[in-house]
């Protein structure tokens, strides 16, 4: 039951009602009518910007208008009180049954509590992660991927159709380096003494393994092969090992791609493969020209070269200046590539996609963003997450560079130290665009100041109350059907009638946090309802009356288990939803 859904839905009514009567201008657009909590609980339990909103389109002044609708608000059965605010917000006041019924809702639907139903809109496509394969995912990685994969779970949750993503950047220079570095590898597993890892080569262990592998599957055969003969195959190999690795590290992060899209796959064929396809398509619409690229003002630009270049407008699509599609050796730019993959994940149904990038490629997102305008005729949509850096600490000091990746520490030694949990909470525990400080030994405390270890253990403490009451109450249905109809009414205490009010919010918060694309809402929502709960624990250790279990009271105890019942459900539902496990027992 989402409470505001349901008094947006009731404003519309009134309003059209007042339309019906020719009190106000029928035909009013009601989408940008918001139904939500009031920053002060003082105010009430919900207030709406209704007449504020509307005001100008009923040509009336927004106080007037209010005291149109805060009649016919007074006249619903579940609420209690209503007024009207400064220059004509409206605050509610509702009846206790409400949340009464709200409570009820959330024992009876579970872990369903808060779920969308599936929606009638497009399929969207999350990319993520999506690391170049040469080398071991570091912490930076780690953060896009628990983003991705948490943004992935809550639009699922809210009733979306999801399909998450990996672009295996399969093609172009760096994935020689790789090959020409396992290859040296390769010699090393042969017996020969390589020496220090040339300049311009990667130089971390993790390809000892791949040169072993090569060495084993062709013994020596490759060794003396000129390097146009060996390049194709040991790039095959060393691929396929990275990706491995990378796949591996991921499950360790509780992170399944559905889909793992090459690049390379985009330039097979004739005429340029899908590339090629792609931008005759917009060359077709007079979209590409030759032409020339003024310098840049005031910033390096690597896009720019002083010379004729085949060009696509993406000036008319809203970005800054148009971009170039060819290299001076004749290849197609990374850019030219990425408009085909693009344009394959529209063609496959996908009308709505998200990428989730690095903080570096932030200038990439206006033209990124134009040619998806341009090869889907402004059909599709592309909304691009950037997350920002990750600085690695421990006790406030930064950690030092890792053997195995040779200049980063890489994420798989970093989940191994503190675990999965504390990796995907703390990584959404701040908001994607704002640098991020993991201090490896704060996210193990056992403490209020730990995030991850607050909420889990408000999630046992629930678990355990109930334990309780199956000790002080031997017998007792404490089942959630039997929850669902104890007498709540009971609940009286202002601690128990506030946190049932949070649990009311969390439906909504599922739908504004998967509308705007914003995973970290949950976190930070899960927070405040441990803070919640476990405050009212704290308070019955004060005062004996208002503990959850109580032998002599078994009417009020039962009303009691009903609320931590809710809370257990929504705090599970919540870190499901991030991607966090809900123990019953903190060790």
């Known amino acids: 039951m989402n409470i505001f859904d349901v008094f947006t839905a009731r404003i519309a009514t009134i309003l059209q009602s007042l339309a019906n009567r020719g009190v106000v201008p029928a035909g009013l657009d009601l989408s940008r009518v918001v139904v939500e909590p009031p920053r002060d609980p003082s105010h009430g339990d919900l207030a709406t910007n209704a007449a504020m909103a509307l005001a100008r389109d009923a040509k009336m002044n927004p106080r007037q208008l209010a005291e149109l609708i805060v009649p016919e608000l007074a006249k619903d059965a579940d609420v209690d009180s209503v007024s009207v605010a400064g220059p004509g917000f409206i605050n509610l006041a509702l009846k206790p049954s409400v949340f009464e019924a709200v409570l009820r809702d959330a024992v009876r639907a579970g872990a369903d509590f808060g779920k969308g139903a599936p929606q009638a809109l497009p399929k969207v496509n999350v990319e993520y992660v999506s690391a170049n394969p040469t080398g071991p995912m570091h912490v930076g990685h780690g953060r896009g991927a628990v983003f991705g994969d948490a943004l992935a779970n809550l639009l699922a949750f809210a009733g979306r159709d999801v399909t998450r993503e990996y672009y295996i950047n399969d093609a172009g220079a760096q994935v020689d380096v790789l090959a020409r570095s396992a290859f040296l590898r390769y010699r090393e597993a042969l017996g020969e003494d390589i020496g220090p890892i040339p300049e311009g080569l990667y130089p971390g262990d993790y390809l000892v393994s791949v040169g072993q592998a090569l060495a084993a599957g062709h013994g020596a055969a490759l060794r003396h092969q000129p390097e146009a003969d060996w390049l194709p195959l040991v790039r095959t190999v060393a691929i396929d090992g990275m990706m491995a690795m990378i796949r591996e590290d991921l499950a360790a992060l509780g992170v399944v791609h559905k889909v793992f899209f090459s690049e390379r796959s985009l330039q097979g064929g004739g005429n340029g493969g899908a590339v090629g396809e792609a931008i005759e398509g917009l060359k077709a619409r007079d979209l590409i020209y030759e032409g020339r690229l003024p310098p840049p003002k005031g910033q390096k630009d690597e896009d720019w070269e002083d010379r004729v270049q085949t060009l696509f407008r993406s000036t008319e699509f809203g970005d800054d200046v148009d971009r170039p599609l060819m290299k001076s050796d004749g290849g197609y730019t990374y850019f030219a590539s990425d408009i085909a993959y693009h344009k394959s994940k529209f063609d496959r149904g996908f009308a709505e996609m998200i990428d989730i990038w690095g903080a570096d490629h932030g200038g990439y997102v ?196 009903s609320l931590v019942q809710a809370v257990r459900c929504v705090l599970a539902s919540g870190l499901g939803v991030i991607g966090v496990s809900s123990p019953a027992e903190m060790r």
């Open 366 to 561: 206006k033209r990124m963003q134009a040619a998806v305008k341009a090869i889907t005729d402004g059909k599709g949509v592309l909304d691009v997450k950037l997350c920002q850096l990750v600085k690695l600490m421990r006790d406030g000091e930064p950690v030092k560079m890792s053997k195995r990746s040779g200049d980063f520490v890489t994420l798989r030694e970093v989940i191994d130290e503190v675990g999965r949990d504390a990796v995907r909470f703390m990584m959404l525990f701040r908001k994607n665009d704002a640098t991020l400080e993991f201090d490896l030994a704060k996210v193990v405390e056992q403490s209020k100041d730990n995030p991850v270890f607050y909420v889990q253990y408000a999630h046992a403490r629930c678990a355990s109350i109930f334990r309780q009451a199956a000790e002080a109450m031997p017998g007792a249905d404490v089942s959630a059907k039997a929850l669902a109809e104890a007498d709540l009414a009971l609940l009286t205490d202002d601690s128990e009638t506030a946190l049932i009010r949070l649990l009311a919010q969390y439906p909504r918060l599922i739908e504004q946090a998967a509308s705007a694309h914003e995973p970290h809402r949950v976190a930070f929502y899960l927070y405040d309802l441990a803070q919640s709960f476990h405050s009212l624990w704290n308070k019955g250790r004060d005062e004996p009356q208002l503990r959850f279990v109580n032998h002599n009271q078994p009417g009020l105890s039962r009303a009691r288990l």
